[in-house]
């Protein structure tokens, strides 16, 4: 496996409404940018807590997976026509940070995904089943690639509280 997890790190994000398209299937990034949806979702204020990021997420909903792409924002942000949106808890969660080649499809595996469990573990967090996981597309660690050609990817995982040490 060519992905490496760099760092992690607990985060709270505070009360957000991610606003997006929402997907029972697959999430299709290339109709985003084909239809250059972010442009309209920039026009809005982002929460600072994320900045400009893009995300893509995940979460369990009557027992299957509801997949959105979108941006966060401050709740109560007017939700532009023509897209959807959730508002989501104040949450902590724990960030790994990816490192890997540009256009790698590993970012986005079930192994990856479970490399990011294990390092939880070790890092004493407990995972907050069937809530939310997020692929953060921070500017500019995912979008420009260092001397290697790799990139940062952050993958955020719900956390409910550190698990205590016996």
């Known amino acids: 496996m060519a992905v490496k997890i760099q760092e992690v790190k607990r985060e709270s994000c505070p009360e957000a409404r991610l606003i997006g398209k929402k997907y029972k299937d697959g999430a ?3 109709e985003w940018w084909e239809n250059n949806w972010f442009a309209t979702l920039e026009k809005n204020q982002s929460l600072p807590f994320n900045g400009d990021a893009y995300v893509g997420a995940v979460h369990i909903v009557d027992g299957m997976p509801e997949r959105w792409i979108g941006m966060l924002f401050p709740v109560n942000t007017e939700v532009p026509e023509g897209f959807e949106y959730v508002d989501i808890e104040p949450m902590d969660f724990a960030v790994c940070y990816l490192y890997d080649k540009e256009n790698s499809g590993e970012f986005y595996t079930m192994d990856t995904h479970n490399m990011c469990l294990e390092a939880l573990k070790t ?3 407990k995972r907050k089943e ?3 996981c997020f692929e953060r597309y921070n ?4 979008t420009t690639p260092d ?6 990817l ?4 719900s956390i409910e509280s550190e698990l205590s040490v016996s």
Do not use: L
């Open 28 to 30: 299709n990034w290339g």
């Open 123 to 125: 890092h004493n967090f």
């Open 154 to 157: 952050d993958y955020a995982i």
């Open 147 to 152: 001397e290697k050609g790799n990139v940062i």
């Open 139 to 142: 500017c500019p660690r995912f």
């Open 130 to 132: 069937d809530d939310w």
